[in-house]
């Protein structure tokens, strides 16, 4: 998610597994027919002013290895569309690959992609913007209203820059709370429903059931699985450049203190999920897990090797008192039509078509950003009878749940947490002693990027 500073050495391991469940094999295809997406004069204050079309021209998409194969079976599916796929690291693991070579293309003047998937859901902050933005406004005659509003509520809040939806997001990586069920109906727990419910929890289970967990703080992610649920100020953009950072905010400190209360009691770990340590000695031992949608197959089938039957998920917790059980999220991809593209028609079906056709997203690694297609995905999820309940509730709830106060910024959350938290909680500082740290850290990365910082 980062695309300006290199992140810690655990986070190239979850975009690995990611990208490889993301290379499923696909079923046989048949054209997926959208409306024509001519575009029409925009009335927003910098209208967009498409370059002359070439009809039937050629256009370049730049994806990852993981969505290759959706773009070739797109191609197949339209024999008559001219694609020239390029694959590159889609921005995953601290890349800014995308980036810097749009800032090459846009001095020399050519070379744009047509098209381009980014793993990092932080791209639009750049790619929507500047005098000549790279990504075009999708919602301004490209793609239909009809199916921009077909994705989860808050899904394309990353894409949404200066009044217009500049991509459309192609998953959705919505936190849940995973847990053990044949653990948990063995000791006679019940799956908690509330924040203070799961410290309760926590606090037993460490007397009880010792050396068994219900979360980690040490996951580069840990701010958006734990903080951006509890709607703490770590990220609110207030304009293009003004951004509000206030860790020392009630809903901040209270997340902190719950997790430092259960990282005392030994029920919450200070390692990564994805360390081989953890992965030894700890995985079996894992009774409860915040975490996202894609650490079902992910982390505990591909990962952890939990047998089936025993893992499954509830709804997002809320703290009591709080109108609403918010959510964070921990990933998703973007897709861009470039601004430059001689060839929008084709470009926008495009990324249409590989972000709501079920011929793809209904047998993806991860779950669609799409609702429609999210349903089929969960009916494909429920048929391995992996988990030990019907996840799908769940996970619907969560997507329409994700807290709008955690802005994408052109900064890295996971970065700034991996070189100052975690280093922090590993020497033996709590969370809360850090609060301070962090904030600085925040502050300091977003004022060198050209924020504004309240």
């Not at 070379?111 to 075009?136: C, E, I, L, M």
């Not at 209360?261 to 029920?267: D, P, R």
Request: hydrophobic content about 40%.
């Amino acid at each position: 998610m980062n695309n300006d500073v290199p992140v810690s050495s655990r986070r190239p391991l979850r975009h690995t597994a990611v990208a490889a469940l993301g290379a499923v094999s696909l079923l046989a295809l048949a054209a997926c027919g959208s409306a024509d997406p001519t575009p029409a004069a925009s009335s927003s204050p910098a209208a967009f002013k498409p370059v002359t079309q070439e009809k039937d021209s050629e256009i370049t998409v730049w994806a990852d290895a993981g969505r290759v194969p959706g773009v070739e079976a797109y191609q197949k599916a339209h024999p008559d569309v001219k694609i020239k796929i390029v694959t590159y690291s889609g921005d995953a693991n601290g890349a800014n690959d995308l980036q810097t070579k749009v800032q090459l293309f846009d001095r020399t003047g050519s070379g744009w992609p047509d098209v381009a998937f980014s793993a990092n859901v932080n791209d639009g902050s750049w790619a929507a913007q500047g005098k000549t933005p790279y990504a075009a406004p999708l919602d301004k005659g490209l793609v239909p209203a009809s199916t921009l509003n077909g994705f989860a509520s808050g899904a394309l809040n990353p894409c949404t820059f200066s009044g217009g939806t500049h991509c459309l997001r192609n998953d959705l990586a919505q936190n849940v709370l995973w847990y053990n069920k044949k653990l948990m109906d063995k000791w006679g727990y019940t799956a908690p429903t509330t924040w203070e419910e799961y410290q309760a929890l926590g606090e037993k289970v460490a007397k009880e059931h010792p050396g068994y967990l219900v979360g980690t703080a040490g996951d580069a992610w840990t701010p958006e699985v734990y903080f951006w649920a509890s709607q703490c100020t770590a990220s609110t953009t207030t304009g293009a450049r003004k951004v509000t950072v206030d860790l020392q905010d009630a809903k901040c400190t209270r997340m902190a203190k719950l997790l430092d209360t259960l990282i005392a009691k030994g029920s919450v770990s200070k390692d990564t999920v994805f360390s081989a340590g953890f992965i030894k000695n700890q995985a079996a031992k894992v009774l409860m897990l915040p975490g996202p949608s894609w650490y079902g197959q992910v982390l505990f089938n591909s990962t952890f090797k939990i047998p089936k039957g025993q893992i499954a998920a509830a709804a997002p917790l809320k703290f009591e008192g709080d109108d609403k059980n918010y959510t964070g999220n921990v990933g998703g991809g973007l897709w861009f039509v470039s601004s430059h593209s001689k060839n929008l028609k084709a470009s926008s079906d495009l990324v249409t078509w590989m972000t709501t056709s079920n011929d793809y997203q209904a047998t993806a690694g991860t779950y669609p950003a799409y609702k429609p297609a999210a349903t089929k995905w969960l009916a494909g999820q429920l048929d391995t009878g992996y988990f030990a309940n019907d996840i799908g509730p769940a996970f619907e709830e969560a997507a329409e749940l994700i807290w709008p106060g955690w802005s994408a910024t052109q900064y890295s959350q996971e970065a700034i947490y991996s070189s100052t938290v975690i280093p922090a909680l590993n020497s033996g500082k709590t969370l809360t002693d850090t609060l301070g740290t962090w904030q600085t850290a925040i502050t300091d990365k977003a004022k060198s990027l050209g924020y504004t910082v309240n």
